[in-house]
């Protein structure tokens, strides 16, 4: 047999799953013949196959050495890299398989899913763009460009994504689904509708349509349509359904149906608080003890680190306590972009926390500068891929306050905004909001009431410590008096007024929190005492807001003494 013949042999041999004998044929191939790249690359295959990750990049390096320098070598090699931690090796040698061969929409999937998953969200969308280009026709790029693009506050690109994958799968829901989400994120709610009930026409009575429809529609405008939402949420299976009962519990308490809206509020808190283990306790007694963390930590010296470009801007706080309207104002900014909740920064720490050893929250600070170098360096690169060119960018996950000791000693010339409104309106607000992450704290109203008040008592304390770089920020006084308010918070950050700042309905960046139908209201008619009308029901959680405040108050004046 000639070369051709006898590699064609071993290969059948080999997908025929003997191994072994695969092996033989292979070496006695390149016995005769070691210059052979493909011998190379489909011993490297199987050498992937009986999971030897090492040998994989030695088989295919010889290869590519050896001019076998088709895709699927590159593509091995990568993945074989990336198996044994060489990140950057294995990333680079992905990039060139696709460079070979830009129409293979599955590498091209899992190399932007490789990417997003290290914080490098910018070039996992450069090498969506691409594949969309090279391949137009595949929803799934589509897709997750889409998904990508709104994550990146890039919302004129996540839907023109999501509206090409709509066309390219009109028969499938999801799709008018997605589209619509961006749309509404966006605030336009009129085309938001017509695809959530597209939505519907194709998926009759599914419960996530429905959910979104209740957050664009009410019983006055949409009558028959709401309606039928409300009736759904009573009969089978809708009662057993957490968005079901929030879509219904929506609609009645616009229409001001208090006792039912209370009714479907508390069934859909419970079937989500029915489904996952959670003590309070365990949240109040880490706060207590990043309390001690953040008042034994040393003095920061002032001044901001020279790589971090554009200075973050960070909001921190509850859930629903303004913050979406606060970072929204702040971005029509010239200066200023909104970031939104960028994941990044909690995801690093606590990652460099495990790999060293050391233990969350009381070890944050043992972090070496290296480690630490490293996190800003990575959080630098997650806030450039969101960037529009200003020279502060926001970052608004609210629970980054379980960062407050780190962020002071990787930024120190970062300001950090305490978004604080109201306990019982903020708690109630919370009560009443699906949300898509997770917030184990929010689903019951004693545990919520105990679990906003250790919030709030970690907070005074980091501002009494930190008063130079920690602000709160009142959402009351933001609403009555965003001028005054929104100019402190510009004054801090060395900026002067611009009086687009007062229009955040007019912001075409894409709104991914609870908030994105609220803050395109505008300032005038932004809620303020929404728990009024429910007080009678809220028991639970007025009493734990008072016990746990009237136990602080004791503790401070007992430490006094």
Same mark, same amino acid.
Request: glycine share 6%; charged share 20%; hydrophobic share 40%.
């Given at each position: ?102 129409? *293979? #929409? $599955? /590498? !091209? ?6 990417? =997003? @998953? ?5 070039? +996992? ?96 405008? *949409? #009558? $028959? /349509? !709401? ?6 949420? =009573? @009969? ?5 359904? +957490? ?319």
């Amino acid at each position: 047999m000639n070369l051709e013949q006898q590699r064609s042999h071993a290969l059948e041999v080999h997908q025929a799953g003997d191994l072994q004998q695969a092996e033989a044929l292979y070496r006695a191939i390149l016995r005769a013949a070691p210059h052979d790249g493909q011998a190379w690359h489909y011993l490297g295959v199987l050498r992937g196959q009986q999971g030897r990750p090492a040998e994989v990049v030695r088989c295919c390096e010889q290869a590519v050495r050896n001019g076998y320098a088709a895709a699927a070598v590159h593509r091995n090699l990568g993945l074989a890299r990336l198996e044994l931690g060489q990140d950057n090796a294995g990333l680079q040698a992905l990039a060139e398989a696709l460079r070979l061969n830009p129409a *293979d #929409a $599955e /590498l !091209a999937l899992d190399t932007a899913g490789l990417l =997003s @998953s290290r914080g490098r969200e910018a070039e +996992a969308l450069a090498i969506l763009r691409q594949a969309c280009d090279a391949t137009p026709g595949d929803d799934r790029l589509w897709t997750e460009l889409a998904q990508l693009a709104a994550q990146l506050n890039d919302g004129e690109l996540a839907e023109s994504a999501f509206r090409q994958a709509a066309q390219l799968q009109p028969d499938e829901a999801s799709c008018w689904l997605n589209l619509g989400s961006v749309q509404q994120m966006r605030g336009n709610n009129d085309s938001a509708r017509r695809n959530y009930l597209q939505a519907l026409s194709l998926k009759p009575g599914w419960d996530a349509a429905c959910w979104a429809l209740a957050q664009v529609i009410s019983l006055q405008s *949409d #009558a $028959e /349509l !709401a309606q039928s939402i409300v009736s759904r949420a =009573s @009969s089978v299976p809708g009662a057993d359904s +957490a968005p079901m009962q929030f879509a219904a519990a929506k609609l009645l308490h616009d229409a001001g149906q208090v006792e039912a809206a209370f009714g479907a509020y508390q069934a859909g808190n419970r079937l989500i608080r029915a489904g996952y283990d959670y003590a309070v306790e365990k949240d109040m007694a880490t706060l207590s003890r990043l309390t001690e963390v953040m008042r034994q930590m040393p003095d920061v010296p002032a001044g901001q680190p020279d790589d971090a470009a554009p200075r973050p801007l960070f909001v921190v706080g509850l859930p629903r306590s303004g913050s979406t309207l606060l970072e929204q104002m702040l971005a029509r900014h010239s200066a200023i972009d909104a970031g939104g909740e960028i994941v990044w920064l909690q995801r690093d720490v606590r990652d460099a926390l495990r790999t060293a050893g050391l233990n969350y929250p009381d070890d944050q600070l043992k972090l070496s500068d290296a480690q630490c170098g490293a996190i800003r360096q990575r959080y630098g690169d997650a806030l450039r891929a969101r960037s529009k060119g200003g020279a502060i960018i926001t970052d608004k996950l609210p629970a980054n306050f379980l960062c407050l000791p780190l962020i002071r000693r990787l930024f120190p010339g970062a300001l950090v905004l305490h978004a604080r409104r109201d306990l019982l309106q903020t708690c109630w607000s919370c009560y009443r909001h699906l949300f898509t992450g997770r917030q184990q704290f929010a689903y019951e109203l004693e545990e919520l009431g105990r679990y906003a008040t250790s919030v709030h008592a970690f907070m005074h304390a980091a501002q009494q410590r930190w008063p130079d770089h920690v602000l709160e920020v009142s959402y009351e006084r933001l609403v009555e008096q965003p001028q005054r308010v929104l100019g402190e918070v510009l004054n801090r950050l060395g900026l002067h007024w611009e009086e687009q700042c007062l229009l955040p309905q007019n912001s075409t960046d894409v709104v991914l929190t609870a908030s994105a139908t609220q803050v395109r209201q505008g300032l005038a008619r932004q809620p303020f005492a929404g728990a009024a009308a429910y007080r009678a029901y809220l028991q639970p959680l007025e009493s734990a807001l008072r016990l746990e405040a009237s136990s602080r108050n004791t503790s401070s004046a007992d430490q006094n003494v």
